[in-house]
């Protein structure tokens, strides 16, 4: 069984500052880990993915996550955070056909 | 190039109705799943079609059902549904082999 576990299911941070969103995951073989976004009343957006090419993947808008085999983590960094991050952050994980997204960590950014 | 479309957007039932949600998928897609999200929790995922066959299923009785079509279209359907049906069902499709979920932006969905 796969499961996805997000620590902190709000996280606020300052304009300009670095994000960090942490998810953990557990999975009997590598699997597919993904980024989504979802903005209010809108469906989800990749953000990035992990398929085992390099361990730091880069993503759109300036975020970038890293997987750490020994630690099963993938966080979620962006060195700046800008007014537009402000949303919902869902880390995923698939493997043969079946997809498992964590709870969510709802990102605010301050002015 | 036209992005995974959802009908309806909204719509209320009451309890022990049936329901039917459509999405359309993006160009090039053969796999499309479908997913749950009920506030404040992520989505959790209901079945994935391939090539019109169901390929991959999460912990949902079987009054969820779906469809896929030769167009690569699909539908959901719920029956005797239940005040805990209410929620966003959100729709992806996919390139093959690749596991990336294009969505679409959900049919929220309202059981009285």
């Known amino acids: 069984a796969q499961s996805v576990t997000q620590l902190g299911s709000h996280v606020s941070v300052s304009e300009g500052a670095l994000v960090l969103l942490r998810c953990n995951y557990s999975?009997?073989?590598?699997?597919?880990l993904f980024w989504y976004v979802q903005y209010p009343n809108q469906g989800l957006q990749l953000l990035l993915k992990?398929?085992?090419?390099?361990?730091l993947v880069k993503g759109i808008n300036g975020f970038e996550a890293e997987f750490k085999k020994s630690e099963t983590s993938f966080h979620l960094t962006k060195p700046s955070a800008h007014m537009s991050d402000a949303a919902e952050y869902f880390c995923a994980v698939i493997r043969a056909g079946k997809s498992t997204f964590g709870d969510g960590t709802t990102l605010t950014v301050k002015p | 190039e036209t992005g995974v479309t959802q009908s309806p957007t909204h719509l209320i039932k009451t309890r022990g109705q049936q329901v039917t949600l459509r999405c359309s998928s993006q160009?090039?897609?053969?796999?499309v799943s479908w997913y749950q999200q009920a506030l404040g929790q992520g989505p959790q995922f209901i079945f994935q079609y391939y090539r019109e066959e169901e390929n991959g299923r999460g912990n949902f009785p079987p009054r969820f059902s779906g469809l896929q079509f030769p167009n690569y279209s699909s539908e959901l359907n719920v029956n005797a549904l239940e005040l805990d049906d209410s929620a966003l069902y959100l729709c992806?499709?996919?390139?093959?082999?690749?596991?990336?979920?294009?969505f679409g932006e959900g049919s929220r969905l309202t059981v009285l």
């Open positions: 999975s009997s073989v590598p699997p597919y």
């Open positions: 992806a499709s996919s390139p093959q082999g690749t596991g990336e979920l294009f």
């Open positions: 992990y398929t085992s090419a390099a361990t």
């Open positions: 160009s090039g897609h053969n796999t």
